[in-house]
């Protein structure tokens, strides 16, 4: 109801009100000012309960707006499931927000990571789990017919228009990019509430309390913390053909005079990002997502990263925008090549 047509209606009930007390004014004889008053005061809460319509029509409408507009461009969550029961937490206790990317084609190592993290802990844990357009139905249906019908999580599309000039195809790489491995560059965005969150691959398996991690300590004015490859028990591991991955000259290419101006060391220890703890906070008052897309499209015009790339092209730009400016998380969450899994991230027994 329009606020004109509002008023237009109160002026009309009110107009009533007088007229009516005027005919029973006249027609003393036939009715008793007693009346007369009961009736002003049926009129008066009917009048009343008009207001109060009218109040509760515009507060809905609100809400709604709220909940279907979100105001992001390029990632909209498809649902939300906040009351679902869940395990008896301390009230009191934060909630832990967990973002994982789930492919079509990696949906079911999607499902067990999820699966592994809440099985392990007993915190009050949401999951945001990124996806394509055309995925969210197929995952929604694993959800409800697995043993995972009692998680909280959030859906959410990740468009691809968001790497528009950002990324470009390697015929020398051999695979095609994967537009949900940059899911983790848009956290604040992902979850525009919290100040802290959890980011990890989808093909990951958990085997100890996530809360641990969550807890992570990061220094003042780091926006991250990561496991470094060289303290992890990985490094032991001698993968053949993968290139130096253990530095940042297995990412990038030091022979581009961009690079060297940035005078990181090429012998410097790198990390794997596949699992990490994010201060939002710093992150969105360091610009951090558009550090990394800047990184992103100075690659796609001048060819910044190693030929001989040791991992994934996500990796380069977060080295570049996170050297000597992060912390570290325990080494025995990011143990790799320990199973047919490509990571494995365990805690200690």
Not at 145 to 170: A, P
Not at 209 to 236: M, Q, R, V, W
Request: hydrophobic share 40%.
């Amino acid at each position: 109801m329009s606020t004109v047509m509002y008023l237009l209606t109160l002026g009309a009930c009110f107009c009533f009100v007088g007229l009516k007390t005027n005919i029973y004014i006249r027609q003393k004889r036939k009715m008793s000012f007693r009346k007369v008053n009961i009736v002003i005061l049926v009129l008066a809460v009917a009048l009343f309960l008009l207001v109060l319509h009218h109040n509760f029509l515009g507060l809905s409408s609100l809400l709604r707006n709220e909940v279907s507009d979100s105001g992001i461009v390029g990632l909209q969550p498809v649902d939300f499931i906040p009351n679902a029961p869940q395990r008896v937490v301390d009230g009191r206790e934060e909630e832990i927000p967990v973002v994982i990317a789930a492919s079509e084609d990696r949906l079911g190592g999607a499902i067990a990571a999820i699966n592994s993290i809440q099985h392990n802990t007993r915190s009050n844990v949401i999951f945001y789990i990124v996806t394509l357009n055309g995925t969210a139905d197929h995952l929604r249906s694993w959800l409800s017919s697995s043993n995972l019908k009692r998680i909280r999580y959030k859906i959410v599309n990740f468009d691809t228009k968001l790497l528009e000039g950002k990324v470009k195809e390697d015929p020398d790489q051999g695979e095609s990019i994967k537009p949900l491995t940059f899911a983790r560059f848009y956290l604040p965005i992902l979850v525009p509430r919290a100040k802290k969150a959890i980011y990890m691959d989808d093909d990951v398996i958990v085997q100890g309390d996530i809360l641990a991690l969550y807890n992570t300590p990061l220094k003042p004015g780091h926006a991250a913390a990561f496991s470094e490859d060289c303290d992890s028990t990985s490094a032991k591991v001698v993968i053949r053909g993968a290139g130096n991955q253990y530095n940042y000259i297995g990412y990038l290419d030091y022979k581009k005079e961009r690079i060297r101006e940035l005078s990181m060391k090429a012998s410097t220890c790198s990390f794997n990002p596949g699992v990490f703890v994010a201060n939002l906070t710093e992150w969105r008052r360091q610009n951090i997502t558009n550090q990394l897309e800047k990184w992103m499209k100075l690659n796609v015009e001048e060819g910044l990263y190693s030929r001989t790339l040791a991992g994934s092209i996500t990796t380069p730009p977060l080295l570049i925008v996170f050297y000597q400016q992060h912390s570290t998380i325990d080494p025995m969450w990011n143990v790799r090549h320990l199973a047919p899994l490509h990571l494995l991230y365990i805690t200690h027994a």
